[in-house]
């Protein structure tokens, strides 16, 4: 079956060599998003110190922004936030993020509400507190 990889001129750019999505059939798989802004290397609400530690980090801000890279990969993809059908949540502390994740994904999937799967990891691979992974239909 052919596949066609999606890089997003929108989104923020991958941190490896990895599309952002990709298309099969009628499915788009998106690769791991991350709440970076476009452009840089900022990340909204987290403080590093002078050799890139995590001093804080405020995980509503992370939401949002993650969140919105989804939609923006998912857009330019030809699919929209209502077609998601599972989402993969990756966050670096349960216990302190999940209920206020929670909320603010209960916001944004009042409508639509795909599959979910939450996971605590030990670290991601830039200084994020919050990672997506989805599948969509086209």
Same mark, same amino acid.
């Given at each position: 079956m052919k596949t066609t990889k999606i890089i997003s001129k929108k989104a923020p750019a991958p941190v490896g060599a990895y599309p952002h999505a990709r298309r099969t059939g009628n499915l788009l798989f998106l690769s791991g998003i991350g709440p970076r802004v476009k452009g840089s290397s900022k990340i909204p609400g987290v403080e590093l110190d002078s050799i890139g530690n995590i001093i804080s980090y405020n995980i509503e801000e992370q939401c949002h922004s993650v969140f919105k890279n $989804? &939609? /923006? $990969? #998912? !857009?330019? %993809?030809?699919?929209?936030? !209502?077609? #998601?059908v599972d989402v993969t949540v990756f966050l670096t502390n349960i216990k302190k993020d999940f209920k206020t994740y929670n909320r603010? @994904? %209960? !916001? @944004?999937?009042?409508d639509n509400q795909p599959c &979910? /799967? /939450?996971v605590e990891v030990n670290r991601l691979p830039t200084p994020i %507190?919050? !990672? #997506?992974?989805?599948v969509a239909v086209v």
């Open positions: $989804v &939609r /923006t $990969v #998912l !857009e330019e %993809a030809g699919s929209c936030w !209502e077609n #998601l603010i @994904y %209960a !916001e @944004y999937f009042k &979910r /799967t /939450t %507190a919050i !990672e #997506l992974k989805c």
